[in-house]
């Protein structure tokens, strides 16, 4: 999807998958002593947010304007603050070692682009720090194509695999590392049975 067709998206009055933190990050996230988090491809903030209301000191990245300002709006719905800024990966510049997490909710790029993001990201986290991922297996292609209600992009390079996860995150300790299938109900766009690749590692 395109920068401007995500802002289309974002531009509805409606929020595209709600409020509410998704339930796998908001399940792991509650393991960890609040720190600095970074929230990659962050859309309208319901996680981001939700960290910020946990006592995480919250840094969000997405390419839609209409996704930040919507983000911010809900940060002050909640009540609490979050740095959020407009930029690809690739031109954004992050300290090193920078955070004490990173949430990676749906974070989904184009395939020739994957490690070099997933490198990028790795730069930014400190030793002991933990990844939270979860996004649409490469097998989620079904559950697509028998209900497009369930979201998720229809290119395979984009989806992911177990190996695409031990390849981008080799020098992290496993936590989790699961494909499951899943019901979601999250918004607008993301509602149905999926199929999903969950992650949760420590950086060595």
Not at 35 to 60: D, H
Not at 175 to 186: P, R, T, Y
């Amino acid at each position: 999807m395109s920068i401007n067709k995500w802002d289309e998206r974002y531009k509805e009055e409606q929020f595209a998958y709600g409020k509410e933190p998704n339930l796998f990050f908001k399940e792991w996230l509650g393991k960890y002593t609040p720190g600095a988090i970074l929230m990659p491809a962050e859309g309208e903030g319901r996680n981001g947010v939700y960290a910020a209301e946990q006592g995480w000191q919250v840094t969000a990245f997405d390419q839609s304007v209409e996704g930040q300002a919507k983000a911010l709006l809900l940060a002050e719905e909640r009540g609490v603050s979050i740095e959020y800024v407009v930029g690809d990966l690739e031109v954004l510049d992050f300290d090193k070692e920078r955070f004490d997490a990173i949430g990676l909710i749906y974070a989904h790029v184009d395939g020739d682009k994957k490690v070099a993001f997933h490198i990028k990201l790795d730069t930014c986290l400190r030793p002991g720090g933990v990844v939270i991922f979860e996004a649409f297996s490469k097998s989620h292609v079904q559950y697509n194509s028998a209900d497009p209600k369930v979201g998720g992009p229809k290119d395979v390079e984009m989806l992911y695999s177990i190996d695409d996860i031990t390849t981008g995150f080799g020098n992290y300790e496993v936590l989790l590392l699961e494909e499951s299938e899943v019901v979601l109900n999250e918004g607008v766009y993301h509602n149905g049975k999926g199929a999903v690749v969950r992650f949760v590692g420590r950086k060595k």
